[in-house]
Nanobody, 125 residues
Framework: QLQACGGGLVQAGDSLTLSCVTS????????MGWFRQVPGKEREFVSG????????YYGDSVKGRFSISRDNAKNTVYLQMNSLKPEDTAKYYC????????????????????WGRGTLVTVSS
């Protein structure tokens, strides 16, 4: 089970940190991803981090502004979002992908088996 939190209403240029807590004792065996979706549009890859935290990817629209990290001792993955823009407004979902290769992380949603409910981020101009 995944529970994302930290969303809210912020102004353009502000920062926000999302967190996603998972249950279970094998958190390091999962690559974790953040996706976002705006109504009427497809879900978009935001960032992903491998089970050991070594491999990290970002979507082009957030590179240089967002930072993903994980704390395997706390079963938690974070998404630090800086310099937020109105176009970052979306519902943000965390997802988990069970992996055998702890260096691997996927950027496509079909590879993720488990999804949280999402947390809404609204950026006003």
């Amino acid at each position: 089970q995944l529970q994302a939190c930290g969303g809210g209403l912020v102004q353009a240029g502000d920062s926000l940190t999302l967190s996603c807590v998972t249950s279970g004792s094998t958190f390091s065996g999962y690559a974790m991803g953040w996706f976002r979706q705006v109504p009427g549009k497809e879900r978009e890859f935001v960032s992903g981090i491998s089970g050991n935290g070594v491999t990290i990817y970002y979507g082009d629209s957030v590179k240089g502004r967002f930072s993903i990290s994980r704390d395997n001792a706390k079963n938690t993955v974070y998404l630090q979002m800086n310099s937020l823009k109105p176009e970052d407004t979306a519902k943000y979902y965390c997802a988990a992908d069970f992996v055998y290769n702890l260096d691997y992380v996927a950027m496509i949603q079909i590879e993720y088996e488990y999804w949280g409910r999402g947390t809404l981020v609204t950026v006003s101009s």
